[in-house]
């Protein structure tokens, strides 16, 4: 019988009305649970008076409850009084709204099967993320009231059976709600941004979620943030039965909000959502060659030197070095410096590169001496995007891609492959072998030498990684010299597996927590390569402060981040307050991989979940950081806007200034944080950033002290690469919801 409709629906919440309660809507926060599974659950005769009381707003785990890779059903009692059918707006229909649920769910009213969200596996080998798993989302059921399933003015019972396969589980973050159906809740509001187009289009996308068609007028409000006015509105009476699509053409380079109103034409209820959509801040690189590299590079005696040159403009583009030292030859298509120097010193070169449309030149110094990683290290990793799906395939189109696109004109030089890349065992020899998905690790690092490009890999020092995959314990030293073999230039090497080793012994002592790291490095620096040691054990014991002990040049400080502004904002804003000290030439903190373009950690990608402005603020706060910069989503679909954010040569020259000094916080508000280093000039790149969410406007001098305004310093905003103004024409900054202003004061 088709008596039963179900609605399953994601809602992007940021985006949707927040539905104020209203008094004739049930609100329960406490359900009868247990774990296991049995279909009699469902029924209503089923007695559950010997089940626990558990919230609905806190996940299972927390109540010690936890049900990992199991099932476990909640039932909730629940009178319905009939005067709710009155109330709903969709005649018939009343409405559950149940919290967000890991991972899946099946939800019955009265024996009933009512919906579904996501797929429960018959069995945990069955599992797989993309078909089971739903979380975070709530969920929202539809139920027809006049087929007689809903029991009027009496006990009612709705039963949900969960599935989770790891973490929290069941349901958590919200209340379970009884409501009557109001039609404006059937209307989600949302903006796709077609950052392809290189004319800046957005639409705007009205969805109606339930079966009928719903009418009503829609009003658009876009509003220039520097000009602080509307630019232009307009209304437009529609009738939607699925969805409705509004297109906006706007100027790309301009900040603009946009602001849509729906509201249903007979209840005069009203929904709202607003966006900035992508705006693009920084200039077209000039067609004549410009140099957007570093200044230094350090290489020990007698260790390869592969070092492209990386200038933008033109292409073909012919190089030539002035005073190149014996030892190196250039090659002079590609642009690539490769050789061996074994006597120490510093050597002093001019990169020069020339195209159809002129010459540029840049002074360059090459320190043979014990220092690698003069400045911190660009490229791209794996992780962010392809997850445990990453092949050679892929990493080559990643690589192909950074030299099409440009983006290894801008120093983007490591191509890093991250977990997943070892066979299940070792050879009888016990060499480290790659899977399947790797035929020849050789044969990629020499292509990647010879672009320029410089060869990461990934490894744990315990027998297994984070994703299961094959670690280095008890075979550091083959492992070494089997990466010095393919070339690897860059080792990150990562906790997870080694928890077994540490849980297994007492010995909680700040030796304990260097020994693998001491050991894998002293093998690496036999080999006749530099390798880049990147040590990954989420900041444990205050790594930062002994990073160096194990002459790592780089350690991760934190858990990992996701695209989301509360990771962006807790790993890069509070967490790395305090860590100004510990960075420079030679040794990075390392905040994670970057978080724009197309991630997904899985063979799915989408675009990043962080706002154009989030955006901004984390390439400007990394830049500031001086932090590692690996670009962490799929070159070869890197679009305009991503391109912007990661292709400023202005923005990139903070990151790799040479003095190596990491900003630090220097005014804190709730609403503003100043952060500020010195660069090798003497000038200071400062970063205004609004943490808040609403869009402010600031005066610079009212901060003189903090953005080092003096009275003859020039401002220059270093995404747009314009001086701002002097300090007898103050200016107001606009900064729209967390996004920043990135400031060079000289
Ligand atoms: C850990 C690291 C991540 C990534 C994964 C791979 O979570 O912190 O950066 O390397 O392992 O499994």
Known sequence: ????????????????????????????????????????????????????????????????????????????????????????????????????????????????????????????????????????????????????????????????????????????????????????????????????????????????????????????????????????????????????????????????????????????????????????????????????????????????????????????????????????????????????????GDYTMTLIAENNKGKAEAPFTLKVGNTIALTPPLGWNSWNCWGLSVSQEKVKSSAQALLDKGLADYGFVYVNIDDSWTAEKRASDGRIVPNEKFPDMKALGDWLHQQGFKFGIYSSPGDLTCGDYLGSIDHEEQDAQTFNEWGIDYLKYDWCGYYKVFRASDDRSHAAYLRPYIKMQQYLRQQPRDIFYSICQYGMDEVWKWGTYVDANSWRTTGDITDTWSSLYDIGFNKQAQLYPYAGPGHWNDPDMLIVGKVGWSSQLRNTRLSTDEQYTHISLWALLAANMLIGCDVAQIDDFTFNLLCNNEVLAINQDPLGQQARPLFKHDDIQIWGRQLADSSYAIGIFNVSDKDISINPNDYKEYLKIQPNTTIRDIWRQKDLSNDTKPCLLHIPTHGVKLLRVF
């Open 1 to 344: 019988m088709k008596q039963i409709v179900s609605f399953m629906l994601l809602f992007t919440w940021s985006l949707f009305t927040s539905i104020l309660l209203q008094a004739q809507d049930i609100v329960i926060k406490e359900a009868k649970f247990t774990k296991g599974d049995n279909g009699e659950y469902k029924n209503v005769a089923f007695d559950d008076s010997q089940w626990v009381n558990a919230s609905v707003e806190k996940n299972l785990r927390k109540q010690k409850l936890d049900i990992t890779t199991q099932y476990g059903w909640y039932r909730i009692h629940v009178n319905i009084p009939q005067s709710m059918l009155n109330e709903s707006e969709l005649k018939g229909w009343i409405r559950i709204h149940l919290p967000h649920i890991d991972d899946c769910d099946e939800t019955f009213l009265n024996g009933h099967l009512i919906g579904k969200t996501g797929v429960m596996p018959r069995s945990h080998e069955e599992y797989s993320h993309e078909i089971n798993y739903r979380y975070p989302s709530t969920r929202e059921y539809l139920v027809n009231a006049n087929n007689g399933i809903v029991k009027w003015n009496e006990d009612n019972v709705i039963a949900v059976r969960v599935y989770n396969a790891n973490d929290q589980g069941g349901m958590m973050n919200d209340l379970v709600r009884i409501t009557p159906v109001r039609r404006i809740e059937g209307i989600a509001l949302a903006f796709d941004q077609q950052a392809f187009d290189p004319k800046g289009h957005t639409n705007i996308i009205i969805d109606n979620k339930y079966s009928c068609k719903q009418q009503g007028q829609v009003h658009v409000d876009i509003f220039d943030i520097d000009k602080q006015q509307i630019i232009h509105s307009f209304d437009k009476n529609i009738s939607i039965t699925k969805t409705s699509i509004i297109p906006i053409v706007y100027d790309k380079n301009t900040p603009i909000r946009i602001t849509i109103t729906y509201t249903d034409k007979a209840s005069k209820k009203a929904v709202t959502a607003t966006t900035i959509p992508h705006y693009i801040q920084t200039p077209k690189a000039p067609e004549q060659p410009r140099y957007n590299g570093t200044s230094v590079y350090g290489v020990r005696p007698g260790s390869p030197v592969i070092f492209k040159l990386a200038f933008s403009g033109n292409k073909p583009m012919t190089y030539s070095v002035q005073n190149l030292p014996e030892g190196l030859d250039l090659d002079t298509q590609r642009g690539v410096l490769h050789g061996h120097i074994t006597q120490k």
